[in-house]
């Protein structure tokens, strides 16, 4: 991420101060940023919806709330934005299955130093899955056109045949030579 580049990072966190520990970690790292804090299911909720983020940070354990559930919100909402679990004690089989559930990354939070690399990480997968995305996406719309392409050749050799057929029928109805050879 170029240093000029100022992102949108939603932070799901609970704790006011981990959250500050996170925000200095960023900052020290020089990390240019809109970070909105929120705790609260609803108030996730409403930012997935009425903001463009960059990047999702979520701590696992909420009151009423996990990973799991910020999660599946994510992916539903805004699903091309990188998820980020920043946890404090999160098990490898937990972690194993929110990676598996769409998870880019999780940091644990005694090891807040990987979480730039964690953060650049996931916004270079998303830039390069939207790049393959928009790929994909040319590439469907020319097969496409080919396809048409094809299917107007086709066609119109299919008529021309029919057209040949009916005068060759004419011209033996009138006793005439046939004037063109058609092999089916």
């Known amino acids: 991420m170029s240093p000029e580049t100022e992102l949108n990072i939603l932070s799901l966190e609970d704790s006011l101060s981990d959250f500050e520990i996170i ?10 940023m809109n970070l909105l804090r929120v705790e609260k299911e609803s108030e996730f909720v409403r930012s997935l919806q009425n903001a463009k983020w960059d990047v999702i940070l979520a701590d696992f354990r909420l009151p009423g ?31 194993i299955e929110l990676i598996k559930s769409g998870a880019v990354d999780y940091v644990l939070k005694d090891r807040l ?23 994909d996406e040319a590439l469907k719309e020319r097969v496409d056109e080919l396809q048409r392409f094809h299917d107007l050749t086709v066609s119109r050799e299919l008529r021309m045949i029919e057209l040949k057929k009916e005068v060759n029928a004419l011209l033996g109805k009138s006793g005439e030579r046939e004037k063109y050879k058609i092999v089916e």
């Open 23 to 32: 925000r200095e970690r960023l900052l020290d790292e020089g990390f240019k």
């Open 113 to 135: 130093a990987r979480l730039p690399f964690a953060i650049n990480r996931a916004l270079d997968g998303a830039k390069d899955k939207k790049a393959r995305s928009l790929a």
């Open 65 to 95: 709330f996990d990973a799991f559930a910020a999660l599946r919100f994510s992916r539903e909402i805004c699903p091309d934005v990188p998820f980020v679990c920043v946890s404090g004690s999160i098990g490898e089989e937990t972690a």
